[in-house]
């Protein structure tokens, strides 16, 4: 674990191949843009998932049952629901697997490596791309914490000086959004959580939790590809702006 935490915040593209315990994204070069979106979008704006609701996500033949979390994590959740049911993922690639020195993520989603001539090297920058808006959509850091009815926006737990756990821990099986050290640039990206990783609690937003497959995550390599992922329930849950 001392190895993974060499490097707290992986932020240019010369270290996207450090081992780090950020769940980087790269950043892009308009980082004030970013800041000023995703830190001013009005929650209303965005979709939102109210309850729970499965998405199945197949991975070399082989699925993974996901259970989203809308009820902890409504905006986060809500964000990959809509994603997922818009046919974003399917075919997007796993480009930063960390097995060794010990299981750490499996991070995919990159909107990017929908185009079979990207190298792994060079993505982990790609956001989604609203259609609408025709720009990128950001999420703010959504993270709720044990004892409070709603979660906090916009800052970690930490800088929140706020002392609990949060309510979804990063324990084997989880799935957060991948962000750069802007607390506000989350989009597509995505990571399983191979193994508990505490130390990242409070930092990045969980919002559901590998309930099938966790050997099939177990077996992601980098470069492998998301066959498709399907809302198999809880569609009826994504409420849009």
Same mark, same amino acid.
């Given at each position: 674990?001392?190895?993974?935490?060499?490097?707290?915040?992986?932020?240019?593209?010369?270290?996207?191949?450090?081992?780090?315990?950020?769940?980087?994204?790269?950043?892009?070069?308009?980082?004030?843009?970013?800041?000023?979106?995703?830190?001013?979008?009005?929650? !209303?704006?965005?979709?939102?998932?109210?309850?729970?609701?499965?998405?199945?996500?197949?991975?070399?033949?082989?699925? /993974?049952?996901?259970?989203?979390?809308?009820?902890?994590?409504?905006?986060?959740?809500?964000?990959?629901?809509?994603?997922?049911?818009?046919?974003?993922?399917?075919?997007?690639?796993?480009?930063?697997?960390?097995?060794?020195?010990?299981?750490?993520?499996?991070?995919?989603? !990159?909107?990017?490596?929908?185009?079979?001539?990207?190298?792994?090297?060079?993505?982990?920058?790609?956001?989604?791309?609203?259609?609408?808006?025709?720009?990128?959509?950001?999420?703010?850091?959504? /993270?709720?914490?044990?004892?409070?009815?709603?979660?906090?926006?916009?800052?970690?737990?930490?800088?929140?000086? /706020?002392?609990?756990?949060?309510?979804?821990?990063?324990?084997?099986?989880?799935?957060?959004?991948?962000?750069?050290?802007?607390?506000?640039?989350?989009?597509?990206?995505?990571?399983?959580?191979?193994?508990?990783?505490?130390?990242?609690?409070?930092?990045?937003?969980?919002?559901?939790?590998?309930?099938?497959?966790?050997?099939?995550?177990?077996?992601?390599?980098?470069?492998?590809?998301?066959?498709?992922?399907?809302?198999?329930?809880? /569609?009826?849950?994504?409420?849009?702006?």
């Amino acid at each position: 674990m001392l190895f993974l935490l060499l490097f707290l915040i992986g932020c240019t593209r010369s270290t996207s191949d450090a081992p780090s315990t950020a769940i980087s994204r790269q950043v892009p070069e308009n980082l004030e843009t970013i800041t000023s979106q995703a830190s001013n979008v009005a929650l !209303d704006t965005l979709p939102r998932l109210q309850g729970l609701a499965t998405v199945v996500m197949t991975v070399n033949g082989q699925t /993974i049952t996901i259970e989203v979390d809308g009820e902890h994590a409504p905006i986060t959740a809500g964000n990959f629901v809509d994603l997922v049911n818009k046919g974003v993922y399917d075919g997007l690639m796993f480009h930063r697997v960390i097995h060794k020195p010990e299981p750490f993520v499996a991070q995919g989603g !990159d909107p990017v490596s929908a185009d079979p001539n990207m190298k792994t090297e060079d993505l982990g920058a790609g956001s989604y791309q609203d259609p609408q808006t025709q720009r990128p959509r950001y999420i703010p850091l959504e /993270i709720q914490p044990e004892g409070s009815d709603q979660p906090i926006y916009n800052r970690t737990l930490l800088t929140a000086n /706020i002392q609990a756990q949060p309510v979804l821990m990063h324990k084997r099986g989880a799935i957060a959004m991948a962000r750069s050290q802007l607390p506000d640039s989350a989009s597509a990206q995505f990571y399983f959580a191979l193994s508990d990783l505490s130390f990242l609690d409070g930092d990045y937003a969980v919002f559901g939790y590998v309930v099938a497959g966790l050997e099939v995550m177990d077996n992601i390599q980098q470069g492998d590809r998301i066959d498709s992922a399907v809302v198999t329930e809880g /569609i009826e849950n994504l409420q849009q702006p």
